[in-house]
């Protein structure tokens, strides 16, 4: 249940703050008073969108908080279990800010949208105005009817097999469009592998050949200038080799160190020196040696090289590596059918079965829904000849539709006001008698949905005299079982409530009108029951009949 509210910057309101008993809750108040500012800024804790135009001149934000007793609802614990969430008592806010932007806290943890309309929606059911007209969604006829024919682990176990079958179905349809693309790419795919596969690609051997085509294109000018090095490493008769320069100088520089030791160490790394020559001359002659001059083997790395610079452009490609990738793509594409084939074998052979096992669920679904179709019909049109519809006719039709979320029923409300032949709802009820079909409605699913919290918005709408004080009965009837609020303008339904709270509107501070709402006691609800009867002029047959009502 609701226990209390705190709105603050929001729209008409300043700033209230109010409590909440238990029981049946009436709110009335002029038109224009700000009823519905008060349910909107409670829609805010339902998740309602947000909108900055709703934040009051001169505010930079709203804020909506409500104290809500949540206790005994498993769903409700199983949702605040998963989300790391206490129980028990549940403080919900809701802050909006300028740029429209809002954000949301269950017991001060922050959550998002989703979580809090999954949690407020186990907390309180809204009905407003228009909501009448969901009499004619089918959708809605029929959650009704499962909620009075108790089909909700049968029909969990529905939409489970449902959505089963349409993940299986939708892997189906997109394996099979793979290899519907596969075959006809067939003949193109294998064309590209072969060519790739007959290159007989390496990674690496690109820049290889790159590197040795180099060397071939200029081997003449490499072989030239390695033998003009190693010829200066061979003595002549008019050069001596380096070798036999360096030798004679270590030996020089030896005996000299007896007379200048500082020269011993000269003659030792001219020795080294020497070595690292000879290595340098060896290494020289062995390149020299291995360079070859070869045109038929520069042709054959450029053809190479031609081949595998034409395969990089054809597969815009940049290197050898990306290469054997493509081909093997193309490997996979031509090689896996088969496994790919199993696969949707396996596929459809699991759907047959999910479809199958669906249309076993639909089978049970559709009996337990025609089964709890007459009792409901009767429990409903009982509700109605409570409110005065008495030759009022409601029952309930099936026909047969695809498979969807909610089975294969295509459910239809009919009535008729008179005793003829009903029809469908949505075409032959009146205002009024939607109003009190709606009603008999929401008193069936509140018991069925144990809801703690039920708010009504006028769904008096419609209705008057005897009427109304039968729907203020059924209303106040609910109330004893759950908390319930009606917001509405007849004082036969007002004066069955357990509290009263009065909506005004006044000039605030700077002269803006803002909106408040106050506790009636005793005296002020006889006096509002009053204007409600007389309108403007409160009169003493007026106060008189009030103290009737609330007698």
């Known amino acids: ?52 135009a709703a934040i009051a001149d001169g505010a930079d934000s709203c804020v909506v908080e409500g104290v809500f007793e949540a206790s005994g609802d498993e769903e409700l614990n199983r949702i605040l279990d998963e989300n ?29 949208l989703p979580l809090l309309t999954a949690i407020s929606s186990r ?21 009704v009817l499962d909620l009075y024919a108790g089909d909700g682990a049968l029909l969990d176990a529905y939409r489970k097999e449902y959505d089963a079958l349409r993940s299986l179905r939708s892997e189906l349809s997109a394996l099979t469009d793979r290899l519907e693309r596969l075959n006809s790419e067939r003949d193109y795919n294998e064309a590209r592998f072969r060519r790739l596969e007959a290159a007989a690609l390496r990674d690496g051997e690109l820049e290889e050949l790159e590197a040795e085509q180099r060397r071939l294109a200029n081997a003449e000018e490499i072989k030239e200038s390695l033998c003009e090095v190693e010829g200066f490493f061979n003595p002549t008769d008019d050069i001596p080799s380096p070798d036999s320069g360096l030798r004679r100088s270590a030996g020089i520089l030896s005996k000299l160190s007896r007379y200048l030791p500082e020269t011993a160490g000269l003659s ?45 452009k054809s597969h815009s490609c940049r290197t050898v590596a990306e290469l054997i990738a493509e081909r093997d793509r193309y490997s996979e594409a031509l090689f896996d059918t088969d496994s790919l084939e199993m696969r949707r074998q396996e596929l459809e052979r699991g759907a047959a079965d999910a479809a199958a096992r669906l249309g076993a669920l639909a089978a049970e679904l559709h009996g337990a829904r025609v089964r709890a179709a007459s009792p409901f019909s009767e429990a409903i049109m009982q509700s109605l000849r409570f409110l005065e519809l008495d030759r009022a006719v409601f029952a309930v039709s099936f026909s047969e539709t695809p498979a969807g979320p909610s089975g294969t029923d295509f459910v239809q409300f009919l009535f008729s006001a008179d005793g003829r032949d009903p029809v469908d709802l949505a075409r032959c009820a009146s205002g009024g008698e939607l109003s009190r079909i709606m009603l008999s409605l929401k008193a069936m699913m509140a018991r069925y949905m144990e809801m703690p919290t039920l708010i009504f918005d006028e769904i008096d709408s419609g209705v008057s005299g005897s009427a109304a004080d039968r729907m203020g009965s059924m209303i106040c009837d609910m109330g004893r079982d759950m908390q319930v609020f009606a917001i509405t303008h007849l004082p036969q339904v007002a004066a069955k409530g357990d509290a009263h709270y009065l909506v005004t509107k006044s000039a605030g501070p700077g002269g803006r009108t803002v909106s408040s709402i106050e506790a009636l006691d005793a005296g002020g609800r006889v006096l509002e029951l009053a204007r409600m009867l007389s309108g403007s002029v409160v009169t003493d047959a007026a106060i008189a009949n009030a103290k009737a009502l609330l007698g």
């Open 268 to 312: 030792e790394r001219l020795a080294s020196a020497r070595i690292e020559l000879v290595d340098i001359a060896g290494e020289v002659s062995a390149i020299n040696s291995r360079m070859e001059v070869s045109t038929e083997r520069l042709q054959a790395v450029e053809d190479r090289l031609s081949t595998l610079y034409g395969l990089l």
């Open 84 to 112: 790391d969430l206490e129980g028990g008592e549940l403080t919900i806010r809701r802050v909006v800010n300028r740029s429209g932007r809002s954000r949301a806290f269950v017991n001060d943890c922050p959550v998002n």
């Open 1 to 52: 249940m609701l226990k209390a509210l705190s709105v603050r910057n929001y729209v008409l309101i300043d700033s209230l703050e109010i409590d909440f008993p238990e029981g049946l809750i009436i709110i009335t108040g002029q038109t224009g008073a700000g009823k519905s500012i008060l349910l909107g800024a409670l829609s805010l804790l339902m998740g309602a969108k947000a909108d900055a």
């Open 123 to 143: 907390l309180v059911d809204i009905h407003s105005q228009h909501q009448n007209l969901a009499l004619a969604d089918r959708q809605f006829q029929l959650s």
